[in-house]
Nanobody, 118 residues
Framework: QVQLVESGGGLVQAGGSLRLSCAAS????????IAWFRQAPGKEREFVAS????????NYADSVKGRFTISRDDAKNTVFLQMTSLEAEDTAVYYC???????????WGQGTQVTVSS
């Protein structure tokens, strides 16, 4: 079964750090763009960051630039999101998603909760 599984979420104080992981199984994802999205209570899901095939292209939402870093380890079929200088506004459920060009994001994980206390 092809799936993405997120982990690494939790409760952290403002200014702290967390590293999220997105582990893919069932097939290799080295030919996919992987992205992180998040959804806070009462808000729409929003894009956070993405990493292209071979880490050739990295994209970040303006709200996380300079604080979050996305990376991938294709040997482990895993993508990471290193989050630093966390703010209360970063509180959300974080999802990873995969897509193969030229399709849209079609495979999603179940999400991991990140809560930042101020």
């Amino acid at each position: 079964q092809v799936q993405l599984v997120e982990s690494g979420g939790g409760l952290v104080q403002a200014g702290g750090s967390l590293r999220l992981s997105c582990a893919a199984s069932g097939r290799t994802f080295s030919d996919c763009t992987i992205a992180w999205f998040r959804q806070a209570p009462g808000k729409e899901r929003e894009f956070v960051a993405s990493v292209g095939v071979g880490s050739s292209i990295l994209n970040y939402a303006d709200s996380v630039k300079g604080r979050f870093t996305i990376s991938r380890d294709d040997a482990k079929n895993t993508v990471f999101l290193q989050m630093t200088s966390l703010e209360a506004e970063d509180t959300a459920v974080y999802y990873c998603a995969a897509k193969r060009w030229p399709s849209s994001y079609s495979l999603w994980g179940q999400g991991t909760q990140v809560t930042v206390s101020s």
